[in-house]
C-alpha cells in the first residue's frame, strides 16, 4: 500500500504561478511512475504530466506544455509540478498518483483556483 501526500494549490490570479508537491511513502519501488491528473469542474479527470523512473522519462499533456514542469526531489518517491502562466481553464482539482508493481494509488486531491 503506498500513501501519497499532497501539498500546494490555491488561489492565484491568471498568469501567476503555483506549485504543488506530493510525496509517495509506504511501499514503494525503485521502478515507478508517478505525476498528476486534474478533474476541472464538470469535466472528467484528464492527464496532466508524469514521470516515469523507466527510462528517466517526463510526459506533458498538450495543454500544458512549456508552462508546467515536472520534477523529481532528491527524494525520489517526492515530485513537484510548477505551474506557470496559469489560466482560468486549469481551475481543477488536481490529484497526485503513483504507479508501480501493477497498481496505482491516488493522493487526495488538492484544489487549483485561477482567476481571470
Known amino acids: 500500500q503506498v500513501q501519497l501526500e499532497e501539498s500546494g494549490g490555491g488561489l492565484v490570479q491568471a498568469g501567476g504561478s503555483l506549485r504543488l508537491s506530493c510525496a509517495a511513502s509506504?511501499?514503494?519501488?525503485?521502478?515507478?511512475?508517478m505525476g498528476w491528473f486534474r478533474r476541472p469542474p464538470g469535466k472528467e479527470r484528464e492527464f496532466v504530466a508524469a514521470?516515469?523512473?523507466?527510462?528517466?522519462?517526463?510526459d506533458y499533456a498538450d495543454s500544458v506544455k512549456g508552462r508546467f514542469t515536472i520534477s523529481r526531489a532528491n527524494a525520489k518517491n517526492t515530485v513537484y509540478l510548477e505551474m506557470n502562466s496559469l489560466k482560468p481553464e486549469d481551475t481543477a482539482v488536481y490529484y497526485c498518483?503513483?504507479?508501480?508493481?501493477?497498481?496505482?494509488?491516488w493522493g487526495q486531491g488538492t484544489q487549483v483556483t485561477v482567476s481571470s
Open positions: 498518483y503513483y504507479d508501480s508493481n501493477g497498481s496505482r494509488s
Open positions: 509506504g511501499r514503494t519501488y525503485s521502478m515507478y511512475s
Open positions: 514521470f516515469s523512473s523507466f527510462g528517466g522519462r517526463f
